[in-house]
């Protein structure tokens, strides 16, 4: 079928279907290219022969355009005649539009889609069963300004007379990349007015909109629309309508509507209302007397909704939200409001209602300039905690404030704030929060700014921290700050071979008088039978006394060589430490040293508040890069052998013991130790060394990369003992110390790990089945010992988004513990009177999962079970159930746990009933419901729109 231009330019084709409404645009009227007498018109029918229109001047027809009952247009009087024609019969063509059009809504099964289509599908919406995919037809691609383009009409009858274009069978009206198709369509250049009846479709980009009739007064874009149907492709969301109007400010007004993003056919949950208006100036649309259901089921309603049609903001109250049940909080309620302030500004206020504790808001403030970034956020329980039993915080004022700011200056120079405070340590246990805080424990409280300078072979960087922590354990002790630390860091690439590397870090250290933790008591402001309890702290003793300064410098020069077959990297390297001290007693810091360090004996005259070390190193690390072709269970790889030898000097420098420790630690002995140039972490120690580290790694490599499998072992062997180390029981000479383990073991162990000849074997092993299944095992062996120190394996399978399973085992060999009583003083027994030990390894299990549940389309189970085996406990039993489709999500979980701040020999059993409903392209109507607890399923993705 040919198509043609019409006959004549409308001053305006403006069609207004659901969100997506065709702008109108005035242009001039053209004339008819005959002059025709007032009682004759053009008839143009399709040609025979199908090579065109054939078209003749015939009689006028007697009877007027019948006109919509809105918005009112006076009838067309005849051309020369006094008197209103009758109407005319109506005469219906059928219009070839696929027969599904208005069910399916350009709804298509995956079974139908491309291959690429499909597997896209399953990456991005694994739950869903299909898409929306517009079907190809002229001008869909069409770029520019659909408005300035040409006028488009095709269809089986056209007659023109008096400024009406009459337009029958299979009609097509088709601007730029819009298209209208209908049965009949009556436009009237005169009164700017069109009518279209019959199997109404509107396409554009990303838009379907279907109905029975529509009229539109085209000079305003004002449009009606009756019995329509309509989908937005993108955002998959789709509704219908008993009638659509489209204003002049293209806002648009649904009677008795409906709002879903579930495919065509599918009642999985439908919003709909007396009356919604959708603003496409805005994103946002409203629904008067709304009502949501789920599966035909009401179960919200409102009189007056906040929804969103796009991704952007609103002011507007969000959904109220019943966050489940645990035995602390009770049963609680959420109605939070958005505000959006500016595009670059917002707010959010949360009600939090709990049955058991009160009311607690939530205010958090967002921003967002062409430098700067950040939040803020404020929390606080109004009335006081209503929590009476065994809650210290009974009828007191609790809250959490936090501050987040990113300043960048310039490409080079950026400053941060990360400030968060709360009324007591236990407010996040109890409470947790929607505020957006970086650390749960301790809290930072921090100000910072970084320059990072150089060039691409001269790299430095400048910083200035000032950095407190608030201490948010109830059982330790509370850390340093620094107050400030400044430091300057940097490497520089000398030669092609040559490279050189720096730092100087100086930092004040300081932190509250009473920080050190003794024990737990009954609260002494209540009875001795309400369960509460109180931490006692006082000021330490000996050499953990210390506050002060500690200068730190670092240079090193490195000389590697690579090749294809190897490579070899000899370094030195100088470390240099120098401390300022005060708050420190003499003849406590040298008992405290004395009874603590079995290598030495102190005396007065060692002690000084300004010790300094200085320490050099020299390393020369070498490896091979072997290989040849394999052949493994009928499979083809690249088996490589990587032995390495690293050696390592640095010459002891004693009374490093006056070294406070301000940030320094053991690190824990695994396969990477054996290349590491320092068994501390931190700069409060600097290890002596005289020692070889020998291992090699082994794999197993495909030819498309994948390694199927990779195994490392190595050991040190020590031509000295060691002599610089951390006293295990520094601060027990304090008249209240109350030992956790058994001093003597302990310091016995360490003895012996120091003048051992030979580490411990440590390796690793990873086997990965496939690219979806591996399993890791780590393990030392202590062969002096003839004991295991650390083991560690787990399994891990995760074939698709939907499924994952993971096992875990862990243990570590400790020394023995001492038994607790309910109020965390050490368990007398009462035969002998001695304090009873028992075992304190670390054995423990990890198993969770996320999987699909056979025989059904969208349930998925999920569940973790933790269970500590040396104490015969459970830490955490999790079990729940997911629905999961295209458009609403569905998690109901059971948790039961234990807080790793318990009494281990007493602990409080805890658990909660957790609700979470998702209505995709409405949101959470329920929070977050505990789904950070899910988070602890490793491979279980948590996907929300």
Same mark, same amino acid.
């Given at each position: 079928m040919e198509m043609h231009h019409l006959p004549f330019k409308l001053r305006a084709l403006t069609l207004a279907i659901a969100s997506a409404i065709i702008a109108g645009q005035p242009v001039s009227k053209a004339r008819a290219e005959n002059n025709l007498s007032a009682d004759t018109e053009w008839s143009c029918e399709v040609a025979s022969d199908g090579s065109g229109w054939q078209c003749s001047v015939v009689p006028l027809k007697q009877g007027a355009m019948k006109r919509a009952p809105r918005p009112v247009v006076a009838p067309v009087a005849t051309r020369g005649r006094k008197s209103t024609r009758s109407t005319a019969p109506e005469k219906t063509i059928a219009v070839s539009q696929p027969e599904d059009v208005r069910t399916q809504l350009d709804w298509v099964h995956e079974s139908k889609l491309s291959d690429a289509r499909r597997q896209q599908l399953k990456q991005e919406e694994p739950w869903c069963v299909g898409t929306y995919v517009e079907p190809t037809r002229p001008g869909k691609y069409f770029k520019g300004d659909p408005n300035s383009a040409p006028i488009i009409a095709d269809a089986d009858e056209s007659t023109y007379q008096n400024s009406i274009a009459t337009l029958l069978g299979a009609v097509k009206i088709r601007q730029g990349n819009r298209q209208l198709e209908s049965n009949e369509a009556y436009l009237d250049n005169e009164k700017n007015f069109g009518e279209f009846k019959g199997n109404i479709v509107f396409r554009e980009p990303g838009t379907l909109i279907v109905g029975d009739t529509a009229q539109s007064q085209l000079d305003t874009g004002r449009t009606e629309i009756d019995n329509a149907q309509y989908v937005m492709h993108e955002s998959h969301a789709r509704g219908s309508a008993a009638v659509i109007l489209r204003n002049e400010d293209a806002t648009m007004e649904l009677d008795d509507a409906t709002y879903t993003t579930c495919r065509p056919g599918d009642q999985g949950w439908q919003l709909s209302g007396d009356s919604v208006t959708l603003d496409p100036s805005t994103g946002f649309g409203t629904a008067r007397? &709304?009502?949501?259901?789920?599966?035909? @089921?009401?179960?919200?309603?409102?009189?007056? @909704?906040?929804?969103?049609?796009?991704? +952007?903001?609103?002011?507007?109250?969000?959904?109220?939200?019943?966050?489940?049940?645990?035995?602390?909080?009770?049963?609680?309620?959420?109605?939070?409001?958005?505000?959006?302030?500016?595009?670059?500004?917002? &707010?959010?206020?949360?009600?939090?209602?709990?049955? *058991?504790?009160?009311?607690?808001?939530?205010?958090?403030? +967002?921003?967002?300039?062409? *430098?700067?970034?950040?939040?803020?956020?404020?929390?606080? @329980?109004?009335?006081?905690?209503?929590?009476?039993?065994?809650?210290?915080?009974?009828?007191?004022?609790?809250?959490?404030?936090?501050a987040r700011h990113r300043r960048q200056f310039t490409d080079r120079w950026t400053a941060e704030l990360d400030y968060a405070d709360a009324s007591d340590k236990d407010y996040l246990d109890d409470f947790s929060s929607s505020l957006n805080y970086s650390s749960s424990g301790p809290l930072n409280q921090r100000v910072m700014t970084r320059y990072d300078g150089g060039n691409d072979y001269n790299n430095w960087q400048a910083k200035l921290d000032v950095h407190k922590l608030k201490n948010m354990d109830r059982t330790a002790d509370d850390p340093y700050n620094k107050l400030p630390q400044i430091e300057l860091s940097g490497n520089w690439q000398a030669t092609d071979r040559v490279q050189v590397n720096y730092l100087a870090d100086y930092t004040y250290f300081d932190r509250a008088d009473d920080w050190n933790y003794i024990k737990e008591k009954p609260h002494s402001d209540f009875p001795n039978n309400s369960g509460i309890y109180e931490s006692v702290y006082d000021e330490g003793y000996g050499?953990?006394?210390?506050?002060?300064?500690?200068?730190?410098?670092?240079?090193?020069?490195?000389?590697?060589?690579?090749?294809?077959?190897?490579? @070899?990297?000899?370094?030195?390297?100088?470390?240099?430490?120098?401390?300022?001290?005060?708050?420190?007693?003499?003849?406590?810091?040298? &008992?405290?040293? /004395?009874?603590?360090?079995?290598? +030495? /004996?102190?005396?007065?005259?060692?002690f000084t508040k300004s010790p300094s070390t200085t320490v050099p190193a020299f390393s020369v690390d070498s490896g091979l890069y072997l290989d040849r072709d394999a052949n493994l269970f009928g499979s083809a790889y690249t088996h490589t052998l990587e032995p390495r030898i690293k050696y390592l000097y640095a010459p002891y420098v004693k009374g490093q013991e006056f070294n406070p420790l301000f940030d320094t630690g053991n690190m824990g002995f695994s396969y990477s130790s054996l290349w590491s140039d320092n068994r501390f972490s931190g700069y409060d120690r600097l290890a002596d060394a005289n020692q070889l580290s020998l291992g090699f790694t082994t794999r197993f490599i495909q030819d498309n990369g994948f390694e199927r499998m990779r195994f490392g072992i190595g050991q040190i062997f020590y031509f000295d003992d060691r002599q610089v180390y951390i006293g295990n029981d520094l601060g027990s000479g304090d008249p209240d110390y109350i030992p956790d383990f058994d001093e003597n073991e302990n310091a016995q162990r360490q003895k012996d790990e120091l003048t051992a000849s030979t580490s411990p074997i440590a390796s690793e092993f990873i086997y990965n089945f496939t690219r979806t299944m591996s399993l890791r095992q780590d393990f030392v062996w202590n062969a002096n010992q003839n004991r295991i120190d650390n083991y560690a394996l787990t399994y891990r399978y995760r074939p698709s988004e939907r499924k994952t399973f993971n096992m875990g085992f862990r243990f570590a060999d400790r020394v023995k513990r001492y038994k607790k009583n309910e109020d965390n003083t050490n368990y007398v027994d009462p035969v002998t009177g001695e304090n009873v030990l028992v075992k304190n390894d670390l054995k423990a299990t990890d198993i969770s999962f996320a999987w699909p549940i056979p025989y059904t389309q969208n349930w998925s189970a999920m569940g973790r079970w933790q269970y500590d085996m040396t104490n015969k406990r459970n830490l955490e039993e999790l079990f729940g159930?997911?629905? &999961?489709?295209?458009?609403?999500?569905?998690?109901?979980?059971?948790?039961?746990?234990?807080?790793?701040?318990?009494?281990?020999?007493?602990?409080?059993?805890?658990?909660?009933?957790?609700?979470?409903f998702v209505l995709r392209g409405l949101g959470s109507l329920t929070g977050s419901s505990g789904k950070e607890y899910l988070q602890g399923i490793s491979g279980y993705t948590i996907r929300e729109k």
């Amino acid at each position: 079928m040919e198509m043609h231009h019409l006959p004549f330019k409308l001053r305006a084709l403006t069609l207004a279907i659901a969100s997506a409404i065709i702008a109108g645009q005035p242009v001039s009227k053209a004339r008819a290219e005959n002059n025709l007498s007032a009682d004759t018109e053009w008839s143009c029918e399709v040609a025979s022969d199908g090579s065109g229109w054939q078209c003749s001047v015939v009689p006028l027809k007697q009877g007027a355009m019948k006109r919509a009952p809105r918005p009112v247009v006076a009838p067309v009087a005849t051309r020369g005649r006094k008197s209103t024609r009758s109407t005319a019969p109506e005469k219906t063509i059928a219009v070839s539009q696929p027969e599904d059009v208005r069910t399916q809504l350009d709804w298509v099964h995956e079974s139908k889609l491309s291959d690429a289509r499909r597997q896209q599908l399953k990456q991005e919406e694994p739950w869903c069963v299909g898409t929306y995919v517009e079907p190809t037809r002229p001008g869909k691609y069409f770029k520019g300004d659909p408005n300035s383009a040409p006028i488009i009409a095709d269809a089986d009858e056209s007659t023109y007379q008096n400024s009406i274009a009459t337009l029958l069978g299979a009609v097509k009206i088709r601007q730029g990349n819009r298209q209208l198709e209908s049965n009949e369509a009556y436009l009237d250049n005169e009164k700017n007015f069109g009518e279209f009846k019959g199997n109404i479709v509107f396409r554009e980009p990303g838009t379907l909109i279907v109905g029975d009739t529509a009229q539109s007064q085209l000079d305003t874009g004002r449009t009606e629309i009756d019995n329509a149907q309509y989908v937005m492709h993108e955002s998959h969301a789709r509704g219908s309508a008993a009638v659509i109007l489209r204003n002049e400010d293209a806002t648009m007004e649904l009677d008795d509507a409906t709002y879903t993003t579930c495919r065509p056919g599918d009642q999985g949950w439908q919003l709909s209302g007396d009356s919604v208006t959708l603003d496409p100036s805005t994103g946002f649309g409203t629904a008067r007397n &709304a009502v949501v259901r789920v599966q035909n @089921l009401p179960v919200f309603y409102s009189p007056y @909704l906040y929804f969103p049609i796009d991704d +952007r903001r609103q002011s507007g109250f969000l959904y109220p939200t019943v966050m489940g049940y645990d035995d602390e909080s009770g049963v609680e309620f959420d109605l939070p409001y958005y505000w959006n302030i500016a595009p670059n500004y917002d &707010a959010t206020f949360t009600p939090r209602v709990m049955t *058991k504790r009160g009311f607690l808001l939530e205010n958090e403030f +967002r921003y967002l300039t062409e *430098k700067d970034e950040g939040e803020i956020g404020v929390a606080g @329980l109004i009335g006081g905690d209503q929590l009476e039993d065994e809650n210290e915080h009974y009828k007191k004022d609790r809250w959490f404030v936090n501050a987040r700011h990113r300043r960048q200056f310039t490409d080079r120079w950026t400053a941060e704030l990360d400030y968060a405070d709360a009324s007591d340590k236990d407010y996040l246990d109890d409470f947790s929060s929607s505020l957006n805080y970086s650390s749960s424990g301790p809290l930072n409280q921090r100000v910072m700014t970084r320059y990072d300078g150089g060039n691409d072979y001269n790299n430095w960087q400048a910083k200035l921290d000032v950095h407190k922590l608030k201490n948010m354990d109830r059982t330790a002790d509370d850390p340093y700050n620094k107050l400030p630390q400044i430091e300057l860091s940097g490497n520089w690439q000398a030669t092609d071979r040559v490279q050189v590397n720096y730092l100087a870090d100086y930092t004040y250290f300081d932190r509250a008088d009473d920080w050190n933790y003794i024990k737990e008591k009954p609260h002494s402001d209540f009875p001795n039978n309400s369960g509460i309890y109180e931490s006692v702290y006082d000021e330490g003793y000996g050499i953990q006394r210390a506050v002060g300064s500690r200068a730190y410098f670092e240079s090193g020069v490195s000389y590697p060589i690579n090749k294809t077959w190897g490579f @070899l990297t000899p370094a030195v390297k100088v470390r240099s430490v120098n401390y300022s001290l005060s708050n420190l007693d003499q003849e406590q810091v040298v &008992a405290d040293l /004395n009874s603590s360090y079995w290598h +030495r /004996n102190f005396n007065q005259g060692d002690f000084t508040k300004s010790p300094s070390t200085t320490v050099p190193a020299f390393s020369v690390d070498s490896g091979l890069y072997l290989d040849r072709d394999a052949n493994l269970f009928g499979s083809a790889y690249t088996h490589t052998l990587e032995p390495r030898i690293k050696y390592l000097y640095a010459p002891y420098v004693k009374g490093q013991e006056f070294n406070p420790l301000f940030d320094t630690g053991n690190m824990g002995f695994s396969y990477s130790s054996l290349w590491s140039d320092n068994r501390f972490s931190g700069y409060d120690r600097l290890a002596d060394a005289n020692q070889l580290s020998l291992g090699f790694t082994t794999r197993f490599i495909q030819d498309n990369g994948f390694e199927r499998m990779r195994f490392g072992i190595g050991q040190i062997f020590y031509f000295d003992d060691r002599q610089v180390y951390i006293g295990n029981d520094l601060g027990s000479g304090d008249p209240d110390y109350i030992p956790d383990f058994d001093e003597n073991e302990n310091a016995q162990r360490q003895k012996d790990e120091l003048t051992a000849s030979t580490s411990p074997i440590a390796s690793e092993f990873i086997y990965n089945f496939t690219r979806t299944m591996s399993l890791r095992q780590d393990f030392v062996w202590n062969a002096n010992q003839n004991r295991i120190d650390n083991y560690a394996l787990t399994y891990r399978y995760r074939p698709s988004e939907r499924k994952t399973f993971n096992m875990g085992f862990r243990f570590a060999d400790r020394v023995k513990r001492y038994k607790k009583n309910e109020d965390n003083t050490n368990y007398v027994d009462p035969v002998t009177g001695e304090n009873v030990l028992v075992k304190n390894d670390l054995k423990a299990t990890d198993i969770s999962f996320a999987w699909p549940i056979p025989y059904t389309q969208n349930w998925s189970a999920m569940g973790r079970w933790q269970y500590d085996m040396t104490n015969k406990r459970n830490l955490e039993e999790l079990f729940g159930v997911e629905y &999961a489709s295209c458009c609403y999500q569905v998690r109901l979980f059971w948790r039961s746990y234990v807080k790793s701040t318990d009494n281990i020999d007493h602990p409080k059993d805890r658990s909660g009933i957790y609700l979470q409903f998702v209505l995709r392209g409405l949101g959470s109507l329920t929070g977050s419901s505990g789904k950070e607890y899910l988070q602890g399923i490793s491979g279980y993705t948590i996907r929300e729109k």
